[in-house]
């Protein structure tokens, strides 16, 4: 099944420590009662039950939270856990990004400069996968040069400290 993505329906903002309540609980009986507060649902709008309901951003209270955007993004239940298309990953993001400029005028502070760093750090880690790997084929190449003398030659290496 797919996503559909919609804007999220708010009346006001927060900039509080995000905790998703139980949307089971607030839903009750009808998860259109809480569709409005996530940017997802699976299968499309309106919701069959709460669990088709992905990436919350508003509160119970009916604000826009400005850390629940940046948990859409990045993190345990963000948009990277789930398996969408690219290019609705992407209209995911640029919904975020246009929300966060938008109503609060700035980047939270959990996820201003991650794009920048994850994407250094895949490729500090990119270079350092690729380190170890010339490491252990010069390592596997010495090994083998060395047995080869020691076979060629028909002479045991002498053991350390003798």
Request: hydrophobic residues 35%; charged residues 35%.
């Given at each position: 099944?797919?996503?559909?993505?919609?804007?999220?329906?708010?009346?006001?903002?927060?900039?509080d420590?995000?905790?998703e309540?139980?949307?089971?609980?607030?839903?009750?009986?009808?998860?259109?009662?809480?569709?409005?507060?996530?940017?997802?649902?699976?299968?499309?709008?309106?919701?069959?039950?709460?669990?088709?309901?992905?990436?919350a951003?508003?509160?119970?209270?009916?604000?826009?939270?400005?850390?629940?955007?940046?948990?859409?993004?990045?993190?345990?239940?963000?948009?990277?856990?789930?398996?969408?298309?690219?290019?609705?990953?992407?209209?995911?993001?640029?919904?975020?990004?246009?929300?966060?400029?938008?109503?609060?005028?700035?980047?939270p502070?959990?996820?201003?400069?991650?794009?920048?760093?994850?994407?250094?750090?895949?490729?500090?880690?990119?270079?350092?996968?690729?380190?170890?790997?010339?490491?252990?084929?010069?390592?596997?190449?010495?090994?083998?040069?060395?047995?080869?003398?020691?076979?060629?030659?028909?002479?045991?290496?002498?053991?350390?400290?003798?």
């Amino acid at each position: 099944m797919s996503y559909e993505l919609h804007e999220p329906r708010f009346d006001g903002t927060a900039t509080d420590r995000w905790e998703e309540p139980d949307w089971e609980a607030v839903a009750g009986d009808d998860p259109t009662t809480i569709a409005g507060h996530f940017l997802l649902c699976e299968g499309g709008f309106p919701p069959e039950s709460v669990a088709d309901l992905e990436l919350a951003v508003v509160d119970e209270d009916m604000r826009l939270n400005r850390n629940a955007l940046a948990d859409a993004l990045h993190g345990p239940h963000s948009i990277e856990t789930l398996d969408v298309r690219k290019e609705l990953a992407d209209a995911v993001e640029d919904l975020v990004h246009e929300l966060l400029r938008d109503e609060f005028e700035s980047m939270p502070e959990t996820t201003a400069g991650v794009d920048e760093q994850l994407l250094a750090w895949r490729e500090h880690e990119a270079e350092h996968e690729h380190d170890v790997e010339q490491q252990a084929r010069t390592d596997d190449a010495r090994y083998h040069e060395v047995k080869g003398e020691v076979v060629e030659s028909g002479e045991e290496r002498p053991e350390k400290g003798w």
